[in-house]
């Protein structure tokens, strides 16, 4: 009787024993349970982070196209502004030899006319002076025709006496 109590005895250490196995072991399944269902979350986490890195990707290709394209058209309105810059400085160059020879031209164009008017008065006053020349020619004409005919009367006289 004493092995049927001992044989009892262990048979109840050990069916506690595998209560306690069996409970651990559903313990253990709750956390595996539990655990597989972290580990899916995860999964269908880094699932959507891919995605999202695909999607970042492509968005970083198309952006670093369009940085490209940006800066090929920076440098292309650089090379035209250079280009400008140039030609305006080209044009503020020829216009400050435009001025310049307009005012050598205002400054010629003034002496002409200082020139004009005093060749002017010259003129007028040569033309005044032919005119007085003219009234003494006149006169002078008048005078020697004057002494024609006295001189003419006079050889008539003498004549006439002679």
Known sequence: ???????????????????????????LE?????KMG???????????ERESVKFLSSENVDL???????????????EELTERTKVTDGLEMELFKMSNT?????RSMDSLKNN????TSERDQLNME?????????????????????????QQVCADLA
């Open 102 to 106: 307009l005012g050598q031209m205002n």
């Open 1 to 27: 009787m004493a092995s049927l109590e001992a044989l009892e005895d262990e048979l109840a250490v050990r069916s506690n024993e595998l209560a306690e196995a069996v409970a651990h072991g559903q313990t």
């Open 30 to 34: 709750a956390q595996l349970q539990e």
């Open 116 to 119: 004009l008017k005093e060749l």
């Open 64 to 78: 670093r196209a369009r940085i490209e394209d940006i800066s090929a058209a920076k440098s292309s309105i650089e």
């Open 130 to 154: 032919v005119l007085i020349l003219k009234e003494k020619l006149d006169m002078a004409e008048a005078t020697a025709e004057e002494n024609e005919a006295i001189a003419a009367e006079a």
């Open 38 to 48: 972290i580990i899916s979350a995860l999964e269908l986490d880094i699932s959507k």
